[in-house]
């Protein structure tokens, strides 16, 4: 199945953050060094470093997001408390709400921003007590707070509007892919699907040195029964034969359409005599649950051809001597399970 998960994306967009990030606060390191602003250099020559530190972690991506986050949050918080530059400081807690969103997602996002407003309001306010920079104007923390609650807002409603629509491409994807690999009468995995998983199984079987068998079963006489009941309960007689095989197939087994009435079923780590085991508990299900529909009752019997794919069978010739075995099934009588 396809993964729908973005996780590569938002990691390139988190090492872009933090690249920008580092960047950014390199330069402005360099100019607090020539304003001979130790503290300053200091702060943002460490946050230029933690900045760039997603690009170093490889296995958790999620470390690396955090401490992108987190190190923005200290960094805006010390730029309130000490002014920054000519206490210009508090005009870049802007960036914070989108990073935030983007990283936290919309819940958390909202808990995390309400936080930091409340801590950036409290070092604005008390950053005079503890020898932080003296802003002139109660007016400015007042306008620079509504202003970054309305970004903040913004930023949210883009960010609740975004996971919205993500969630429809996806859940879109999700049905546009079960219409690719699912057949729609039975809703069992249809031939394409079951092709592609087939070489995948294959390909472990090899690996791992284990069994892997395939079966071929075509329903005997199912012109008579669409020509003596109609097609409707033909249609039915499919489902219900889909329908005896999701009973019998394990965690690992593939049942699938295989085109018209023929059926194909892939048995990982199974040798051809328990295959054959199996095909026979099958056909003594149909004998003991007939096909009942509109007060008509019938029995369905079905003949199978199964192999062992060996370590140097092509998928294609596996198929073929199937079909071969399923052949001398129905030529020796229908109703039979046969293996060459």
């Not at 295989?258 to 085991?277: M, N, R, S």
Request: hydrophobic fraction near 45%.
């Amino acid at each position: 199945m396809i993964n729908y998960s973005d996780k590569k994306e938002r990691k390139l967009i988190v090492r872009s953050f933090a690249f920008i990030g580092s960047i950014t606060t390199l330069i402005m390191a360099c100019f607090a060094f020539a304003d001979n602003d130790t503290l300053l250099f200091l702060a943002l020559l460490m946050s230029s470093l933690l900045f760039i530190s997603p690009w170093f972690i490889k296995r958790h991506d999620y470390v690396g997001a955090w401490i992108v986050l987190y190190t923005l949050y200290s960094l805006m918080l010390f730029l309130v408390f000490t002014g920054g530059s000519h206490g210009t400081g508090p005009i870049w807690i802007y960036i914070v709400s989108p990073v935030t969103f983007f990283i936290r997602g919309l819940r958390k996002g909202v808990v995390d921003i309400s936080l930091f407003i409340l801590a950036v309001i409290f070092t604005f306010v008390f950053a005079g007590c503890f020898d932080g920079y003296v802003y002139d104007s109660e007016q400015l923390l007042l306008r620079i707070v509504l202003s970054f609650i309305i970004v903040a807002l913004l930023s949210g409603l883009y960010e609740y509007f975004r996971e919205s629509y993500s969630q429809k491409l996806i859940q879109l994807a999700k049905n546009n892919e079960v219409l690719a690999t699912t057949d729609p009468l039975t809703n069992l995995p249809n031939r394409r699907y079951t092709v592609e998983r087939l070489y995948d199984e294959k390909s472990l079987s090899d690996k791992s040195n284990t069994s892997l068998s395939i079966m071929i079963f075509d329903v005997d006489d199912f012109k008579k029964i669409n020509d003596q009941f109609g097609h409707q309960v033909g249609d039915c007689a499919l489902i219900h034969l889909a329908d005896t095989f999701r009973r019998f197939a394990t965690e690992n087994d593939i049942f699938c359409r295989w085109g018209g009435e023929e059926f194909l079923c892939v048995l990982p780590q199974t040798k051809a005599d328990d295959a054959i085991v199996l095909a026979k508990q099958i056909q003594q299900d149909l004998l003991t649950h007939p096909v009942s529909i509109n007060e008509q009752s019938f029995t369905l019997f079905v003949s199978v051809g199964v192999t062992e794919i060996s370590q140097g069978d092509s998928i294609d010739s596996a198929i073929k001597q199937a079909d071969e075995s399923l052949y001398l099934a129905k030529t020796s009588g229908k109703n039979k399970v046969c293996s060459v």
